[in-house]
């Protein structure tokens, strides 16, 4: 059964501290693995899309990467407004749709 | 960019009344979703769309229907809500490679 996982649930950071975000997958068949950012209220917002293993992509302070069975987002001296919940999504070879993970709960305490 | 607009941001409903959401894009994408999200159980398809009246059934379609009569536009449908169907529904479109474009959601409460 495909399946994503992401971890931890929720994280707590200072100011400034780096850390990471793990989501894991199993799915037969990668087309895509997706990451997303959603605030309190409002609907998920695109990151970042990644193909193959060893695929980076960076924006501002996020960078995701990507192997075989796990992707991470290394959030590098975090700020307040990176709160938010962190999404993962892959994409199958079949069908139209995408399998979410669960989502990371970030919070950055000032 | 692609927009996804949801009609209601909240609605406050009884158990039993039919209830429609709708949801327009103005990026003439052929592919749209119906999702729900609740606390600890992440994103669940409920229905999606490859074209004008086009439907599949996604994970969990019991209790739901949709309507897709024109290209940009994709209704949600609850026959008889129930209050477990109380959570926040997000709709959305698709392309390969940015997957999907959601709107700002509509958080339903049934009462």
């Known amino acids: 059964e495909d399946q994503v996982t992401q971890s931890p649930e929720a994280l707590r950071l200072q100011e400034g501290e780096s850390s990471s975000l793990n989501c894991s997958y199993t799915?037969?068949?990668?087309?895509?693995l997706f990451w997303y950012r959603q605030d309190p209220g409002k609907g998920p917002e695109f990151l970042f899309t990644l193909y193959s293993a060893g695929e980076e992509k960076e924006k501002e302070r996020l960078k995701a990467t990507l192997t075989k069975k796990e992707s991470f987002l290394h959030i590098t001296a975090p700020k307040p407004e990176d709160s938010a919940t962190y999404l993962c999504?892959?994409?199958?070879?079949?069908?139209?749709?995408?399998?979410f993970g669960p989502g990371t709960r970030l919070s950055v305490l000032p | 960019d692609v927009k996804v607009t949801q009609s209601s941001r909240y609605l406050v409903k009884r158990t039993g009344e039919k209830v429609f959401l709708e949801c327009v894009q103005d990026?003439?994408?052929?592919?749209m979703f119906w999702y729900r999200q609740d606390p600890g159980l992440g994103l669940r398809l409920i229905y999606f769309?490859?074209?004008?009246?086009?439907?599949e059934k996604g994970d969990i379609p019991e209790g739901y229907s949709v309507s897709r009569e024109k290209k940009e536009r994709f209704s949600l449908i609850l026959e008889s809500a129930s209050t477990n169907q109380t959570s926040m529904y997000l709709c959305?479109?698709?392309?390969?490679?940015?997957?999907?474009?959601f709107g700002s959601g509509t958080r339903l409460t049934v009462v």
């Open positions: 769309s490859y074209d004008v009246k086009m439907k």
């Open positions: 990026m003439d994408h052929e592919n």
């Open positions: 799915v037969s068949g990668l087309r895509g």
């Open positions: 999504a892959v994409r199958r070879n079949y069908g139209q749709n995408f399998v």
């Open positions: 959305a479109t698709a392309t390969p490679n940015y997957g999907y474009t």
